[in-house]
């Protein structure tokens, strides 16, 4: 797992690490990596930008987001291109799944808001390995609904930055970026270089010292 530097319960599995939102197993394991409970809160996922209030794990519901101020439930989100980010307040966590429809969808700012909905206040955030501007070739239709973060692949084909784009809308708050391109390192999972149904997760939590 990547644990980015100073923050206190953050971290960015690989494809070793394997799907702990789905798996039991591996998620035991990466529990007991990490010295967290094994019950975690989780969401299906459907690309939009909503972030729900979690106090107890299990299945929360549709969105893309959720967030606690419970120490001792760990949150999780499962990718494969998309980006994981963590957001850490004074006494509460959150954690977003974002492709460009939740770029677009604004869900940076949904997040952000619901921190503040929480009484506490946005700190730092981590946007974990996804796809980069590298191999993230778009058409017309997804550059205008990301805005002003076009980029170029290896390759010379038009792309976007969407960790760019994640860090805009994370203005005002110390942000941590993976460098990793989820589609041209093998030891993550992608679903535009394998078109697989295997995830990543990565994993938020408020410690229960
Ligand atoms: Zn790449």
Not at 41 to 66: E, I, Y
Not at 81 to 97: F, N, R, T
Request: charged fraction near 25%; glycine fraction near 12%.
């Amino acid at each position: 797992m990547i644990r980015p530097a100073g923050f206190r319960g953050a971290a960015f599995g690989d494809a070793g690490d394997g799907n702990g939102r789905d798996d039991l197993e591996r998620r035991e394991l990466i529990s007991d990596e990490l010295g967290i409970p094994r019950a975690w809160a989780f969401v299906h996922q459907v690309h939009g930008g909503v972030v729900l209030n979690v106090d107890q794990p299990g299945l929360a519901g549709s969105a893309d987001g959720l967030i606690t101020d419970r120490p001792g439930l760990p949150l999780t989100i499962a990718t494969a291109d998309c980006m994981p980010i963590i957001i850490e307040g004074d006494h509460s966590v959150a954690i977003l799944h974002a492709g460009w429809r939740g770029v677009a969808a604004e869900i940076m700012g949904s997040g952000i808001k619901a921190m503040k909905a929480l009484g506490d206040t946005p700190r730092r955030a981590a946007i974990g390995p996804s796809i980069g501007p590298c191999c993230y070739e778009v058409g017309d239709e997804v550059r205008a609904a990301v805005g002003d973060y076009a980029s170029r692949t290896t390759s010379g084909t038009p792309s976007v930055d969407l960790r760019s784009a994640a860090a805009g809308q994370l203005s005002g708050l110390d942000v941590w970026r993976s460098d990793v391109c989820t589609h041209s390192d093998p030891g993550f999972r992608s679903y535009r270089r394998d078109a697989t149904t295997e995830r990543q997760v990565a994993v938020a939590w408020l410690p229960e010292d």
